[in-house]
């Protein structure tokens, strides 16, 4: 076994891994620093130790290409972040890349590809392919791909791919799609990890009424605007996203039906709100609008980035952008009572200088450890 280190400009940023055991090794080598002679070790790696240096090598990068986003500011420490990498995906020049906990560049891919990366059980990223099928953002599928770029599997998809993905526990792919007919963003398909093939699928007009509780954006093409998607392992159910209609839905994976709906109740019909819809508990308690990143978390609860987009549902209630504000919100669902409780919420206090009235995300790291990105 070998040990492999990039040094750092520091030590705190050096990187490091170790090989499998083998008499000759192809190692790839990440977390260089652009336009710098990175440094190079490596070491034996016996007994689950470092061992002597057997080898020290230079290598000369060069600058990154213009179109790659760089921070205008970063604000934490090494002692808070430690080794770890920050994964993103700019918007505009959609150039996947990681930051340090100095705010130094060490992985970028120079391609356009969409849409969050999805870090995947193997190591490898899912992401949205550099090939546009319609206008604005529906592209031809997913790869998956290394941190050096090279494509693992090309996933084409009828319909294209938008927004999100998830891998599910027998590998295969629940992928947001469309099929043109009229909408769009009102589509979830099940791909076959192995195959490519889609092996089901989950028509969201089956389940919804499209008119009813339009939110501001809504339009008949695009009544939904399904924007993201998660798994509960647990329960077998899957949580999306719908910013059009300011809701987040919770639907069984096996009888593809809909367990309840988070969003305030406005705008529905009373017996379809009876049916789905949950009762708020607690004087604390505020809806969710336009909302993006619903994620189930470990215990269940529902975190999601809640732009907070009017306020209301009602045009004669809507708040101004300039007295608004974001939030990240979690919610604690019981599915028996049909209550919903808000347990946590950050953005409110920051008023509308943290306020997005579309995209951003949220992101579960640990036990009370957040990503609340506006």
Known sequence: QLEIVVKGKEENGDLSFVTSNAKSHYVPIYGLYENYQNQVQIYEYIGGARGILISSQTIVTSILPEEV???????TTYEYFGKNLMLLIPALNSYPLAFDYNGDIRFVLTKNLPFAPVILDNGHLLLGSDRLIQQPYYVTGLYEIDYLGKIHGNYKIPGGYHHDVHELPNSNFLVLTND?????????VEINRNTGEIVDMIDLRTLLPELQ???EMWTTFDWFHNNSIDYNTATDEILVSGRHQDIVINISRDTKEINYIIGDPEGWNSSFVEEYFLTPIGE??????????????????IFLFDNGTNKSKDSETYIDANDSYSRGVIYDINAKTMEITQVYEYGKELGSDFYSPYISNVAYYDENHYMIHS
């Open 213 to 215: 509780g339009p939110a």
């Open 69 to 75: 986003t760089r921070p205008t500011e970063f604000n």
């Open 284 to 301: 604390e308690f505020e809806w969710q609008y336009a909302q993006h990143g619903a994620i189930v978390l470990p215990n269940g609860n």
């Open 180 to 188: 043109f007919n009229g909408t769009v963003e009102d589509k979830i």
